[in-house]
């Protein structure tokens, strides 16, 4: 059987056989993508990651920010190239780009579920993020409203139920963005990039992410100015420490009727 593709939806159809009481059959299933897809800045390596093919240039921006620092009035044009070995993205500056501290390439290759895989140097992946602000306040209900809301947003986990969502929400819990991906730190990146490009204030809503919370993701968070991240599951200690240091409210354990607040309670009546 041939496979129908849909890489725009970040799906393939692959044929199966299914065990089940016994009885074997032949089905079709529907799986998630995770292909390789190398960053470059201004020509040059950086980095390959393996990411779910969708929402790639919301992925270009919002990795640009949390790995050079970079905002979209930086980014001079994006070159989206779908080449034999994967995808790649091709991110031109208006300056030069150090070539030190941040700005070194990765060693290695990145993997889907790692943040800061490739990195040489200690001090390349302990970020410290600037404090944040401290105007947001949203109820416990706007939380669980979120989260309610979540699951039928997100499609291609629907479809494969190998995904990652990432999900912005305003301050009475309406989701107005999702993203997924294979990688967790990937849906986050096309997250924030997407609110870069819509010009979306971080401290105008919160983020909820199906995943656990990693220092990286809270990095992330961070980085874009989002001061209210809940994780459906744990934090790490790491993460609830960054966090509790950059005044972000974290959120962990996220189920209906349910949360734990590890960092700056304040953020929720």
Same mark, same amino acid.
């Given at each position: 059987?041939?496979?129908?593709?849909?890489?725009?939806?970040?799906?393939?159809?692959?044929?199966?056989?299914?065990?089940?009481?016994?009885?074997?059959?032949?089905?079709?299933?529907?799986?998630?993508?995770?292909?390789?897809?190398?960053?470059?800045?201004?020509?040059?390596?950086?980095?390959?990651?393996?990411?779910?093919?969708?929402?790639?240039?919301?992925?270009?921006?919002?990795?640009?920010?949390?790995?050079?620092?970079?905002?979209?009035?930086?980014?001079?044009?994006?070159?989206?190239?779908?080449?034999?070995?994967?995808?790649?993205?091709?991110?031109?500056?208006?300056?030069?780009?150090?070539?030190?501290?941040?700005?070194?390439?990765?060693?290695?290759?990145?993997?889907?579920?790692?943040?800061?895989?490739? =990195? &040489?140097? $200690?001090?390349?992946?302990? !970020?410290?993020? @600037?404090?944040?602000?401290? %105007?947001?306040? /949203?109820? *416990?209900? +706007?939380? =669980? &409203?979120? $989260?309610?809301?979540?699951? !039928?947003?997100? @499609?291609?986990?629907?479809? %494969?139920?190998? /995904?990652? *969502?990432? +999900?912005?929400?305003?301050?009475?819990?309406?989701?107005?963005?999702?993203?997924?991906?294979?990688?967790?730190?990937?849906?986050?990146?096309?997250?924030?990039?997407?609110?870069?490009?819509?010009?979306?204030?971080?401290?105008?809503?919160?983020?909820?992410?199906?995943?656990?919370?990693?220092?990286?993701?809270?990095?992330?968070?961070?980085?874009?100015?989002?001061?209210?991240?809940?994780?459906?599951?744990?934090?790490?200690?790491?993460?609830?420490?960054?966090?509790?240091?950059?005044?972000?409210?974290?959120?962990?354990?996220?189920?209906?009727?349910?949360?734990?607040?590890?960092?700056?309670?304040?953020?929720?009546?």
């Amino acid at each position: 059987m041939s496979a129908t593709e849909d890489p725009l939806r970040g799906k393939v159809a692959r044929p199966l056989l299914e065990w089940r009481d016994g009885v074997t059959s032949e089905r079709v299933d529907q799986l998630a993508e995770e292909v390789p897809v190398a960053v470059r800045f201004n020509g040059e390596p950086f980095a390959v990651m393996l990411a779910t093919p969708a929402d790639l240039e919301d992925f270009a921006h919002g990795f640009a920010l949390s790995e050079r620092g970079l905002r979209p009035g930086d980014i001079r044009h994006l070159e989206i190239q779908q080449v034999v070995e994967g995808i790649l993205l091709d991110i031109q500056t208006h300056t030069r780009l150090p070539a030190d501290g941040r700005g070194q390439d990765r060693a290695m290759p990145g993997r889907s579920g790692c943040g800061v895989c490739g =990195q &040489r140097l $200690l001090e390349d992946v302990i !970020q410290r993020p @600037p404090p944040l602000q401290d %105007t947001l306040r /949203v109820c *416990a209900d +706007a939380i =669980q &409203r979120a $989260l309610a809301s979540l699951q !039928q947003q997100q @499609p291609l986990n629907a479809a %494969t139920g190998a /995904v990652h *969502a990432a +999900a912005w929400a305003d301050p009475q819990g309406q989701l107005r963005l999702v993203r997924e991906d294979v990688g967790r730190h990937n849906a986050l990146d096309k997250l924030t990039g997407a609110m870069l490009r819509q010009g979306i204030d971080g401290d105008s809503g919160f983020a909820l992410v199906s995943s656990r919370a990693s220092y990286e993701m809270v990095t992330k968070a961070a980085l874009a100015g989002i001061g209210l991240l809940a994780a459906i599951s744990a934090p790490t200690a790491l993460a609830v420490q960054l966090a509790a240091d950059c005044r972000l409210t974290l959120l962990g354990f996220v189920r209906p009727s349910r949360m734990v607040i590890y960092s700056h309670p304040q953020r929720l009546r």
